[in-house]
T-cell receptor, first 115, second 109 residues
Framework: EAQVTQNPRYLITVTGKKLTVTCSQN?????MSWYRQDPGLGLRQIYY???????DKGDVPEGYKVSRKEKRNFPLILESPSPNQTSLYFCASSLQGGRPVETQYFGPGTRLLVL | AQRVTQPEKLLSVFKGAPVELKCNYS??????LFWYVQYSRQRLQLLLRHISRESIKGFTADLNKGETSFHLKKPFAQEEDSAMYYCALGSQAGTALIFGKGTTLSVSS
């Protein structure tokens, strides 16, 4: 089944403890992206990747890192999590980045609580 | 500036009533607009996009460039339509979807 997967789905951690949220897609998509969803704010882009080894900042990149060593994987790294990073995180992918804008397919989400 | 505005946080209607979820955008050039839906405890999924001009689950949306709007409509709401609806705009560079804050649609019998 064509899909985007994320792990873990739920995570409780403490301030400062490094964590990684994995994202994988099996659709051979070039473009991948991370969003965070907060009540009253909708979804905001954290980082995106147009292709392997090509990543760039979105609107809210502070406190996050990403890497794109393989086409299918796009992990999100929080080196030193803080409580303001408590959120619901979505990974998404599409066939290509750029225009025309392709439909993005979303993962199931990762709910993170930082104490 | 690129921006999407969904003025209603919550829209409550009765089953069988017409529904209109409002979306206004700010964009220079030809916008690419989408509606995504998120059912309870499920991932976001595409409902429709303006270039396809198709009707999905009875929903339609027409791009009105004069009013910079892309409102989502359905003539007769069903209880299974209850969900969060997001309007989204493709960014100028095509590197992101810019989302509105979302509207929760609640359909009751």
């Amino acid at each position: 089944e064509a899909q985007v997967t994320q792990n873990p789905r739920y995570l409780i951690t403490v301030t400062g403890k490094k964590l990684t949220v994995t994202c994988s897609q099996n659709m051979n998509h070039e473009y991948m992206s991370w969003y965070r969803q907060d009540p009253g704010l909708g979804l905001r882009q954290i980082y995106y990747s147009m292709n392997v080894e090509v990543t760039d900042k979105g609107d809210v990149p502070e406190g996050y890192k990403v890497s794109r060593k393989e086409k299918r994987n796009f992990p999100l790294i929080l080196e030193s999590p803080s409580p303001n990073q408590t959120s619901l995180y979505f990974c998404a992918s599409s066939l290509q980045g750029g225009r025309p804008v392709e439909t993005q397919y979303f993962g199931p989400g990762t709910r993170l609580l930082v104490l | 500036a690129q921006r999407v505005t969904q003025p209603e946080k919550l829209l409550s209607v009765f089953k069988g009533a017409p529904v209109e979820l409002k979306c206004n955008y700010s964009y220079s050039g030809s916008p690419e607009l989408f509606w995504y839906v998120q059912y309870s405890r499920q991932r976001l999924q595409l409902l429709l996009r303006h270039i396809s001009r198709e009707s999905i689950k009875g929903f339609t949306a027409d791009l009105n460039k004069g009013e910079t709007s892309f409102h989502l409509k359905k003539p007769f709401a069903q209880e299974e339509d209850s969900a969060m609806y997001y309007c989204a705009l493709g960014s100028q560079a095509g590197t992101a979807l810019i989302f509105g804050k979302g509207t929760t649609l609640s359909v009751s019998s």
